[in-house]
């Protein structure tokens, strides 16, 4: 299933700690479009019926089993992009005969 990496973590705890999410759990989704591409995301949500409830890295996500599929070996990550442009960003699995695989949506941050 999906990994979280230890600098993506900590900026989910950090996030999580503001009053207006606080004790809400991170949904993280994704979905394929026409053209093959997979778009992903993520943020605070409370709603929890019928979804995958994982605790990944000591943070708890939420799945729904649409986006299961799309997060398979996928990495969320928290990167500079550009000096002082910290997001996070969704790592697809590597396909041995393909190289890196890309996403359409390389980056949602937490809201």
């Given at each position: 299933?999906?990994k979280?990496?230890?600098?993506?973590?900590?900026?989910?705890?950090?996030?999580?700690?503001?009053p207006?999410?606080?004790?809400?759990?991170?949904?993280?989704?994704?979905?394929?479009?026409?053209?093959?591409?997979?778009?992903?995301?993520?943020?605070?949500?409370?709603?929890?019926?019928?979804?995958?409830?994982?605790?990944?890295n000591?943070?708890?996500?939420?799945?729904?089993?649409?986006s299961?599929?799309?997060?398979?070996g996928?990495?969320?990550?928290?990167?500079?992009m550009?000096?002082?442009?910290?997001?996070?960003?969704?790592?697809?699995p590597?396909?041995?005969?393909?190289?890196?695989?890309?996403?359409?949506?390389?980056?949602?941050?937490?809201?």
């Open positions: 299933m999906i979280i990496t230890d600098a993506a973590a900590e900026q989910i705890r950090a996030a999580n700690n503001n207006d999410v606080f004790e809400m759990i991170l949904r993280v989704a994704a979905y394929q479009e026409d053209d093959g591409s997979v778009n992903y995301g993520m943020g605070f949500d409370t709603e929890r019926e019928a979804d995958e409830h994982l605790v990944v000591g943070i708890e996500i939420l799945i729904a089993a649409s299961t599929p799309y997060l398979q996928v990495t969320l990550d928290f990167v500079e550009n000096p002082g442009d910290m997001r996070f960003i969704f790592i697809p590597y396909s041995a005969e393909d190289g890196p695989a890309e996403s359409g949506d390389d980056a949602a941050a937490a809201e």
